[in-house]
């Protein structure tokens, strides 16, 4: 079973593209979530965390685990979802989706292997399980709407063309 851990921007840019989360089917079996991501992915919008779930038809894909425990002191500064996102990616030896600087720098320092999704869409060339068409596609999008900076744009595109 191919599963991983995600925050939640990473989920927001699933979200935003087109066949973000049909997409993540290819990939993985399930995402493990921690309740304060599901709570902060429903928020606004969506009355409940299960209308969001239905919203998406991804009942079967997000997994809700509560971590252990709480957390390290290292990551007291970091937000509730990014807190109990590493902790489960910790608790169960799994790679965590997450965007943010500081939660990616905490993530490292406990050695847990990290990614965002264009990383996923570069793996998914790589892997072959999506053709470069249709990732470019979805990278533009991302950056078309604000969930990558140029940089990460520039650089997953240059992989891209090396790969064709």
Do not use: C, W
């Amino acid at each position: 079973m191919k599963r991983i851990v995600s925050d939640t921007s990473p989920l927001i840019s699933l979200e935003k593209i087109d066949g973000g989360y049909p997409f993540f089917r290819q990939l993985y079996d399930s995402i493990l979530v921690p309740p304060a991501v599901l709570r902060e992915l429903a928020a606004g919008p969506f009355e409940s965390e299960e209308e969001y779930l239905a919203h998406f038809e991804i009942e079967d894909l997000l997994q809700v685990g509560a971590p252990g425990h709480s957390g390290r002191a290292e990551a007291e500064h970091l937000d509730p979802g990014e807190r109990e996102a590493i902790a489960l990616a910790l608790e169960f030896n799994l790679p965590l989706l997450i965007e943010e600087e500081s939660g990616r720098a905490v993530a490292r320092e406990f050695g847990i292997r990290i990614s965002g999704i264009a990383g996923q869409l570069l793996r998914a060339v790589r892997e072959e399980t999506v053709g470069i068409p249709q990732a470019s596609r979805m990278l533009a999008e991302l950056r078309r709407k604000g969930r990558i900076n140029q940089q990460v744009f520039e650089s997953v595109k240059r992989a891209f063309e090396e790969r064709a």
